[in-house]
């Protein structure tokens, strides 16, 4: 059974500063997502990857297989931000995620 | 397309009612997905079709019944539902080839309330 730790549960930041959210896991994996969801919304899949980094507008999400650790960063953050944000990896030739707890953020103007 | 639509958006019904989930999307994906999310709780797997045929049934009661009619529908037919089965219950889709399983797209979900 595959472990998810994200870090930190909850954070507030002030506009336009630079946010990290973490995410740890114990079993290997095939990929991992990262998604996000607005209270009482459905869920947006923001990221996936299985290696390396990649970069959307103000987002960027970085891998480490070795280490077994993912990172989603916001650059100059907005109140629009302000979500859930959940980690989901899934283990090589499943069909299963093994979501994170969340961290809520929340981006005060 | 990239989207994966839900309807209805809120459905209340009561424990005697039959009512029916629907998903949609035009991706040409051939996995879909019924999860569901009681309120501040990751979202749990419920049931997973591979072209059209039940990959995945996470043990949930017989009163839930998934239904696949085709590779761009989903439907999730309701039974004898009991108030704790009140919370969103969200539909995905994604590729399902020999390059893997794809990245799961998550539709807006339906917020169901059993009476």
């Known amino acids: 059974k595959n472990e998810v730790e994200q870090s930190p549960q909850n954070l507030t930041a002030q506009e336009g500063e630079f946010i990290t959210i973490n995410c740890s896991y114990s079993v290997g994996i095939s990929a991992l997502h990262w998604l996000q969801q607005h209270p009482g919304g459905g869920i947006v899949s923001l990221f996936m990857l299985s290696s390396g980094k990649k970069k959307h507008g103000r987002l960027i999400a970085t891998i480490n297989i070795q280490e077994k650790h993912s990172s989603l960063h916001i650059t100059a953050s907005h109140p629009r931000d302000s979500a859930v944000y959940i980690c989901a990896p899934r283990g090589a030739g499943s069909y299963q995620l093994t979501f994170g707890k969340g961290t809520k953020l929340s981006v005060i103007p | 397309d990239t989207e994966v639509t839900q309807t209805p958006k809120h459905l209340v019904m009561g424990m005697t009612n039959k009512k029916s989930l629907k998903c949609e999307q035009h991706?040409?994906?051939?996995?879909m997905y019924w999860y569901k999310q009681k309120a501040k709780k990751p979202p749990e797997l419920m049931f997973v079709y591979s072209y059209e045929k039940l990959s995945i049934n996470e043990s949930v009661p017989s009163r839930f019944s998934p239904e696949c009619p085709n590779s761009s529908l989903l439907n999730l037919h309701l039974h004898a539902l009991q108030p704790e089965d009140s919370a969103l219950y969200l539909c995905?889709?994604?590729?399902?080839?020999?390059?893997?399983?794809?990245?799961?797209?998550f539709g807006p979900g339906t917020r169901l309330t059993v009476l």
């Open positions: 991706m040409g994906h051939r996995a």
């Open positions: 995905a889709s994604s590729q399902d080839d020999s390059g893997g399983r794809g990245e799961q797209f």
